[in-house]
């Protein structure tokens, strides 16, 4: 079975600076990856995803990620944090067939 | 375009009631999913459907069951409910493996 590893489960960081969350999956085949972001009392939204080429993928809001198959991660980023990137954020596993795993969520907490 | 609609947002039953949460979206989605979102556990799956007539339990079904008599609609019956039943509930759609679901606004059930 396919596992999703979200390494932190709170990220503290201060408005303006760079932040990282970090993402690690399961498998030995071909996969398609997403980054998701639930805002208070909301529904979960797709940041991005990646299916196939380059491994640098820009999403929404600024955020962009790295696929890396030799590490199995794929990492979100986002080069400056404002208040409003306040929000649980969830990375999720996808292959052929009809399964969808998510990890266990960040919150990241972006402090004036 | 309406998205996943999902109804009703809040609801309180006592323990031993039934209910049926629901979800429908009009966006001629294959894939049609229940997940449970519990603090610190992420996202779990209830039950899946691949299609009209076609459902399958996911990784947490005990205590309820669904139904697809139609492409658009995926009601969750909860049974007989149970204070471990506390949780949010969501339903989400996607087309295929290699897009991401569109969640709905989600269902925040509280059993007595």
């Known amino acids: 079975a396919q596992s999703v590893t979200q390494l932190d489960s709170q990220v503290p960081v201060f408005e303006e600076a760079p932040v990282e969350l970090r993402c690690n999956y399961s498998?030995?085949?071909?996969?398609?990856l997403f980054w998701y972001v639930q805002y208070p009392n909301q529904g979960l939204q797709l940041l991005l995803k990646?299916?196939?080429?380059?491994?640098l993928v820009k999403g929404i809001n600024g955020f962009e990620a790295e696929f890396n198959k030799s590490q199995t991660s794929f990492h979100l980023r986002k080069p400056s944090v404002h208040i409003s990137d306040t929000a649980e954020y969830f990375c999720?596993?996808?292959?052929?067939?009809?399964?969808?795993?998510f990890g266990t969520g960040t919150s990241l907490t972006v402090i004036p | 375009n309406a998205g996943v609609t999902q109804t009703p947002k809040f609801q309180v039953l006592k323990t031993g009631q039934s209910m049926t949460l629901q979800c429908a979206q009009d966006?001629?989605?294959?894939?049609m999913s229940w997940y449970r979102q519990d603090p610190g556990m992420g996202l779990r799956l209830i039950h899946y459907?691949?299609?009209?007539?076609?459902?399958d339990q996911g990784e947490v079904p005990n205590g309820y069951n669904v139904s697809r008599s139609t492409t658009e609609d995926f009601p969750l019956r909860l049974l007989s409910a149970a204070p471990s039943q506390t949780s949010v509930y969501f339903c989400?759609?996607?087309?295929?493996?290699?897009?991401?679901?569109?969640f709905g606004s989600g269902t925040r059930l509280t059993v007595v």
């Open positions: 989400a759609s996607r087309t295929g493996s290699n897009y991401g679901y569109t």
């Open positions: 498998s030995s085949v071909s996969v398609y």
């Open positions: 990646y299916l196939s080429g380059s491994t």
């Open positions: 999720a596993v996808s292959r052929t067939g009809n399964q969808f795993y």
């Open positions: 966006m001629n989605h294959e894939y």
């Open positions: 459907s691949v299609g009209a007539g076609i459902t």
